[in-house]
Each structure stands twice: as C-alpha cells, then as structure tokens.
C-alpha cells in the first residue's frame, strides 16, 4: 500500500544457516502502535534493525513515506529508536542528550532549546535538564531516550524492548506514559517485545513471529480470540487444546473419553483440535451437568485462583475463576467443568 | 553499524585499512624494515669500516665456533639465569606478603614494587656503583667496621650485573608471582590445616604448586628481558665482561663492525622470541 | 587458627629487606644528589644544593632535559595520533587469525629487545644520512612508545558501547559528527592512561636514544650517561634525582588512576 508509513516487501535476511527474516511483507499505517511479539530469535529484533538501517537485508524493500530506503544509511532515514540499554550519552547533560539530533544536523540554537522544553514537558522531567544521566533513575533515562528520539520529528519511532529492564511496577508505569505520549504526539510507534501482556495492552495492532516469519497480523483482540493458528492460540495467554471430533449436526465436539462439549465451528465435520481458554470454563461441583475431572493443582494469582484439572482422557485444562475461592477446592478433589460454546478450533 | 563498518551508506573495509595504515606503516618503517636490514647486514663482510659486497655466512659460523664468542653466549645466559633465580627467591616473600596483606595496604605494597619500573634505568645502574664501588656505600661500611682491608670488587664485573639487573627486573617477578598467589583459594589452604599440615608442608604441597604458572611466567619475562638489557651491564660491567648486547654495543659503534654486530643481535633476537612464542604456548595451554 | 607465624614472621622480615633492596640505589642517588662533599662517603656528609646549581649552570643538561621533555610530548602525540583510527579499525575485524597476527605486529616494538632495535635504526638512519637528527628520534621514540599507547587506546575502544555509536547514527549524526562527540569523548581514559605511560617511557629511553643520536642531539638520560663517563661528582646524582621525583610522581599519578596493575603485563 503507498499510503503505508512504512513498508517493507519480501524482506530476506540470512546468518549462516540460519533464517532469521524469510520474505517478510509488512505495512505499518500511519499514527499506529505496532507490536512485534515474539520469543527471542523468532526475528523481530532483526526486523526492526533493518528498518531503522542498523541491518541489511539480503533481499527486499523497505519504504518508509514512499521513499525507497533499502540502501540508505540510518541517518537518512528519518527515524527515531529507544534501545533496551538506555544508551544515552553519559557524557553530555539530559538537554543536550535530547536536542543531540537536532544539533548533529545544523538547527539553530533557538530552535534546539525550544524543542528540548517541549519534549522535557512531554515527558514531565523539565527539572532534570542540567543533569547527567547517571544521575538519573532507570525509568528516568528511559524517558528521556524516548525524549531524545522523539525530538527530531522520526517519521516512526522504533523501541527496542525498552521496558526489559525495569521492575514490574515500573514498567507498568512507563507503558501507560508510552501510551499517553503516543496519543499526544500523534506519531507512528513500531514496538518489540516478547511479553504478550505488554503488547496487548499497547498495541493498536500486534505481528505475531515465529521463525523469521509473520505468523499474524491483527489487532490485540483479534489476536486473542481468533488466534490464525496453534501457535498464536497457544502464544497468547492460557490455552487447553482438546482434541476430538466435530459434529456439525448436534453442534458439540466430542472428547475422546466420551464427553461432549457444546462448539459452533466454521469447520466441516472431523477430526478437530479445540483451543479453550481458562475463562470459557466454569467449575462445578462433581456429578453435575459437563465434563468430569480432577483437579491436579492449586495455583494463587493476583486477584485469581487457577486451577488445573486433568479430565478422564488424561488432557489437563485450566480454569481461571475470580477471586480466591470461598470453598476451598483442594487437589485430588472431583469436580465438573462446564465448558461454554466453545468457538476456536483448528483442524487436525 | 558504526561510523566505520559497512552500513548502507558508509565506506566501509577501505576505510578500515585506511585508518590501519599510518600505524602500520610507522612499525613496518622503524622495525620490521630495519630489522630485515639488519638481517642482510649480517650476511656481508667488513673491511675498515666500509660494508663489502657480496653475501657470507663467516659472521654467523665465527659466532657460533669462536671460542671466545661460545663463551659470551654462556655467560651471558648464565647471568641472565643467575637473575631470573634471584629474582625469583626474592621475589617469593615479597609476592607472598603482597597477596597476604589486607586490602588496604596492598595498593602502597604495589606502588612501591611498580614505582621503581619508572625510574630511569642509568639512573638506577649508577645508584648500584655509588653502593657497590670502590669507594662505594658497601666498602665504606665495610671498611670502618674494620672487615675488610682492601675494597671489594662488586662492579666491573658479573656480581654487579647481577645485582643490578636482579633489582631492575625484580618488579616483574613480583608482580607475576602475585597475580598467581592472590588466585589461591585460602580455603585449600585452611583444608591443609585442618588436615593436619605444618606450614612447611602445606607450602610445599599447596602454595608452591599453585604458584607455579605465576613463577614460571615472570621467570621468562625476567629471563628474555635480562638478555636483552643494555644499560646495566653497560654500567656496571664495562667492558671487563662478556655479555651480548655490550659486545653488540662495541661492535657496532667502537670497532664499527656492524656484519658481526647485526648477527649477534639476530641471534639474540631469535632467541628472545622463540622464548616468547613459547610462554604463549604455555599459558594458552594453561588456561585451556 | 595461623599455625605457621615463625615462617611468617621471618618471610615478612625478609620481604622488607627486599623492598629496601628495591629502593636503595634511588635513595644514594638522592642523597648523594644533597652531599656536601664531592665524592661519595659514609655516612653522608653535609648538607648542600650546590650540585643543583651547577648542573642548571652548567648548560651541560638543560638542553637535554628540555629536549626530552619535548620528544616525550611530541612523541606521544604522534602515538595518539596513530593509534586511535588504528585502534578503532581494530574494532571493525573480527577476532580471528587475521587481527592476532595485525595485533602481534602493532606489539613488536614491545617484545624485541631495545638494544636490537637501536641496531637496526642505527643502520637504517645512516644509510638515510639521518643519524643524529631530531627527526630520526621522534621516530624512533614515537615506535616505541607506540605499543603502550596502542594497547591502551584498544582497551577503551573495544569498551565502546555499540548502542551509543547506533543511537548517534540514528539520531542524524554523520560518522564525522559521531566520532567527535561521542567515540572520542568515551576514549578519553584510554588515551590519558597510554599518554602518561608513554611519556614517561620516552623520558626514560635510553639505549635506543644512544645509538641514534651521537653528539648533538643528546637526550636526558645519554647525557647523564656520558658526564658518569667524565666525572664521578654529584652533579649527576643531581640530575638524577630530579629524574626520580618525576618517575616516582607519575608512578603516584598512575597508582591514584588505578592503572598501576598494567605494568605487569608490560612485555605479554
């Protein structure tokens, strides 16, 4: 599409033997955030470093505003990035950190102390400006990175993983600036990370990689509920994949112990494999109507309870409920598993 | 991916080479020429000062069956290996004390040792005659304790080289026999202790054989370096004793017999770095 | 719990004997230098500065002092000069054969004895009718202090932060730009700890300055050398001593930076 922010067609990148960007094509739309999810290796660090021009690919196109900048080193590419390692210069202070772009390419001294005041307000950080980075705190210099990239207008900002570093309560912090900052500043974000909680929560789209391949593109809840494949189904969240047979007529699946569970699917009738998440199951006392089990273990989460119960057929399944439970349900108890229509499944 | 490497964009392996290039030329001019040179001087003959044409092995077959030339050679290894052994029983106790010593004393231990190193080495040879000459600090002493009727000779001859050298090239010593102390787990040797060890054993068993790559590395350093070393023997030696790089010395810029000079030194050299390839070997080996 | 304090005792005993071994011929230098008399004696008699005067009166070593100090400034220069874009395309070659063989190279004016290649440039100078120039000994002096600085500088480079060379590219800067204001600024320690190193080697340099330069331009060191020829009065004791405070300061400066431990490994 011309009218993508950034496009890159065919992609090819090779180490040796290994594959680490086989013939991606990828379009990034204007003003959006989009997460490249994966685990390490499966390519999406690769991917961003050779969009940014720190990498070149062995085959492929990039374009970013329409312009071809397959062979253009980064400099002239007009782009922004946030590395997980803060690198910021240690030795020059947070406003000069920030207005480094502008200066590097000959703006006039007015201009760079304007800009830099607009992006410490951005940020909030206006009192940090003579200091120096080691001075700041993790989360600190993470913004002023974020700062510093932003204050040369990128046509995209890249971020590298930039919260890996940080505490939880930290990075729960930053995601919700980055998420604020984003919709400020109106920019084009293209993120990396493996935390799929992160991603989900930031994403106006997600590309699930695998393998130097785009296994999904889509938006957080697409992605979550109409997962393209096992992959992704079994990537994003908990899932139970129960195999066993599909009848359109009575519109259930049946397990291969016997039980039935009630499922509408846009497949033919046969062998299925079901992918259920622990919140389509409500637990029930035994006897009562669905499918028998045992519960195996007891896990407490934050704000849940998760139990994973192995049914008849051996397969485990686990079930989220809310709350810690009032009755206590121990391993080794019987108990019934009430499975909603269940509405994913992939054919075997 | 730097501003030297082979982004799209940038110059990238000849500019590499270049930026290379002074450096290498600045070694490949003042050495590796110079020394190639040298080796083709060693090759011709002289005659009055004026180099002659033609290519001969007579400086290398004189150096190698004159048997005043078999003597330089030994003597000048037995000297430097009379260094390399005091060195090493002096520099023992120091190196222990050193890797013994709590943290904060172990910087002023160092300097002390390492400070020497940046003395000039005249400097250092000509405090070694005000001690060791005739009239020098240990006669005097000698002499008004009633000890001794005529002064010693301890300079203008091997003895004093090999003070001299021992004090210059002890630092090396002790610093190599540290590193190699300071990495014994002390708790070999409390188990030592407990096992019912005396000191004398548990040194023997436990601290001399670990300290061993240390001993063995600053023995070589100390051993190649005392080959080459000029100004000591120069200075405390003279020309009264045999000892290579002097008789380079002489050669070259006395008797202007640069043939023969060049092919001693030649041959000093091929020794110095054989010993040199070979400690590489060794501690590759060691830390495999 | 030590059950050796005897040995212990009498390895510290003799330990100290051995620093005072270390120390000695600096010491009689320097109180030599302070002698009232003209000739050695023990114990020391007197006090005076005279020797001071009469070698700054004397002309015989002002010249060279002041040479020395100049061809050790200018020969570390010439070093930092060579070194840093060397040590920097070092960084671009991968480990391997290729960059241990360039790396031993760039060394060997470390490992072959001062004596040889005072030899060797004694002949090359000669045949270019150099001998006795300034020129040939800042060359001579700027290839052997060449490795220390070399080895300094590559330490700090291969220290270099990849992210902060990426972000400086990516943020518009030219390689130019880059190599200014963020590669040199992160050099800095590197290339002070090599530059103090390597003046004070030049300063000491003796032998390789001996063959090359015979008569007229004479440094510090080879001109104590040849007054110990002539005379044997503490003029040169003197000189000397001013040659150790300086050694023994910069060993202080050196020791305070936390570089002293390089000095082992000075022929590895």
């Known amino acids: 599409m011309s009218t993508a922010k950034v496009s890159v067609h065919q992609l090819v990148k090779r180490y040796g033997a290994t594959t680490a960007a086989d013939h991606i094509d990828l379009d990034i739309r204007d003003g959006e955030f989009l997460t490249l999810l994966g685990s390490s290796g499966c390519g999406k660090t690769t991917l961003m470093r050779m969009i940014a021009g720190l990498e070149t690919p062995d085959a492929g196109v990039i374009t970013i505003d329409g312009r071809d900048v397959t062979r253009l080193p980064p400099r002239q590419r007009r782009l922004g990035m946030v590395f997980q390692q803060y690198s910021l210069f240690p030795h020059m202070t947070i406003g000069d950190n920030i207005g480094y772009g502008l200066r590097a390419q000959g703006a006039p001294d007015a201009e760079i102390k304007a800009r830099v005041d607009e992006m410490l307000e951005l940020i909030q950080l206006p009192q940090l400006r003579e200091r120096k980075p080691g001075q700041l705190s993790g989360g600190q210099q993470q913004r002023v990175a974020l700062a510093r990239a932003l204050a040369t207008r990128p046509s995209v900002l890249m971020l590298d993983e930039p919260l890996g570093a940080l505490d939880l309560k930290l990075r729960r912090q930053l995601q919700a600036e980055l998420k604020r900052i984003h919709r400020e500043t109106g920019s084009t974000f293209l993120f990396v990370t493996h935390d799929q909680e992160e991603a989900l929560f930031l994403s106006d789209r997600i590309a699930v990689m695998r393998g130097g391949r785009i296994e999904q593109l889509a938006s957080p809840q697409d992605i979550y509920l109409r997962p393209a494949s096992e992959f992704v189904a079994d990537f994003i969240g908990d899932v139970a994949f129960l195999d066993g047979d599909y009848l359109p007529d009575s519109r259930s699946v049946t397990l291969a112990d016997g039980a039935r569970i009630g499922a509408e699917l846009p497949l033919r009738a046969g062998p299925v494999r079901l992918a259920v998440r622990p919140e389509d199951i409500l637990l029930a006392p035994p006897g009562a109507d669905g499918v028998a089990g045992t519960v195996a273990e007891v896990s407490h989460q934050t704000g849940t309870t998760l139990y994973a119960v192995r049914l008849a057929g051996g397969q485990e399944v686990k079930v989220r409920s809310l709350g810690l439970s009032a009755e206590a349900v121990a391993p080794g108890q019987a108990v019934t598993l009430r499975f909603a229509d269940c509405r994913l499944a992939f054919p075997r | 991916m730097s501003a030297l490497a082979a982004t799209p964009g940038t110059p990238g392996r000849g500019m590499r080479w270049l930026a290379l290039l002074p450096a290498l030329l600045l070694v490949t001019l003042l050495v590796a020429l110079p020394l190639v040179d040298m080796g083709l001087i060693s090759f011709k003959s002289e005659s009055f000062g004026q180099i002659q044409p033609g290519f001969t092995l007579a400086n290398y077959i004189g150096l190698l069956t004159g048997a005043g030339n078999l003597t330089l050679f030994v003597n000048t290894f037995l000297t430097a290996a009379a260094v390399t052994l005091l060195s090493a029983l002096l520099g023992f106790p120091v190196a222990a004390a050193i890797a013994r010593a709590p943290e904060k004393w172990r910087g002023i231990l160092y300097f002390l040792v390492a400070a020497p190193l940046l003395v000039n080495t005249v400097v250092r040879s000509y405090g070694w005659l005000l001690i060791l000459g005739r009239k020098g600090l240990v006669n005097e002493a000698l002499g008004a304790l009633g000890l001794i009727d005529a002064p010693l000779a301890l300079t203008g001859n091997y003895l004093g080289v090999i003070i001299g050298g021992t004090q210059v090239f002890l630092p090396f010593m002790i610093l190599s026999l540290t590193t190699s102390l300071m990495a014994i787990d002390r708790r070999l040797l409390d188990a030592a202790d407990i096992l019912g060890a005396g000191p004398v054993r548990a040194f023997l068993t436990v601290t001399l054989p670990l300290a061993v790559p240390g001993l063995i590395a600053g023995s070589v350093l100390v051993f190649s370096l005392m080959l080459g070393a000029f100004v000591t023997p120069l200075i405390l030696g003279g020309t009264a004793i045999k000892y290579i790089s002097v008789a380079v010395y002489t050669d070259a810029l006395v008797l202007f017999n640069l043939p023969r000079a060049t092919a001693m030194s030649l041959l000093l050299m091929v020794v110095v770095l054989a010993i040199y390839f070979v400690q590489k070997r060794l501690t590759r080996q060691q830390e495999a | ?268």
């Not at chain 3, 060279?64 to 930092?80: D, E, K, M, N, Y």
């Not at chain 3, 015979?214 to 040659?243: G, M, R």
């Open chain 3, 1 to 268: 719990m030590q059950t050796r304090n005897p040995y212990r005792t009498l390895s510290n005993a003799f330990a100290a004997l051995v620093y005072l071994f270390l120390i000695l011929p600096l010491l009689v230098v320097v109180l030599f230098s302070f002698s009232e008399r003209s000739y050695f004696s023990f114990p020391p008699a007197g006090f005076s500065l005279r020797w001071y005067q009469a070698a700054w009166e004397s002309g015989q070593f002002l010249v060279p002092a002041l040479r020395s100090l100049w061809l050790a400034l200018a020969a570390t220069a010439v070093a930092a000069v060579l070194s840093i874009p060397a040590a920097l395309a070092f960084r671009k070659i991968a480990p391997g054969k290729l960059r241990s063989a360039l790396e031993f190279f760039l060394l060997t004016p470390l490992i072959v004895p001062a004596l040889i290649i005072g030899i060797a440039l004694l002949y090359s100078f000669n045949r270019l009718q150099m001998l006795d120039t300034f020129g040939a000994l800042l060359a001579a002096h700027a290839v052997i202090v060449f490795p220390f600085m070399f080895r300094a500088v590559l330490t700090s480079v291969l220290g270099l932060r990849q992210s902060l060379i990426d972000a400086s590219e990516i943020l518009g800067a030219s390689p130019a730009y880059t190599l200014r204001k963020v590669i040199l600024p992160a050099l800095i320690p590197g290339i002070a700890s090599g530059a103090i190193f390597s003046f004070i080697i030049s300063l000491d340099q003796f032998t390789v300055s001996l063959f090359v330069t015979q008569s007229e331009q004479i440094v510090l060191p080879v001109a104590i050398y040849k007054y110990l020829f002539d005379v044997n009065d503490p003029v040169a004791a003197a000189v000397s001593t001013v040659l150790v405070v300086f050694g023994l300061l910069i060993a202080f400066v050196i020791d305070r930076l936390g570089w002293l431990r390089h000095l082992s490994g000075a022929s590895a």
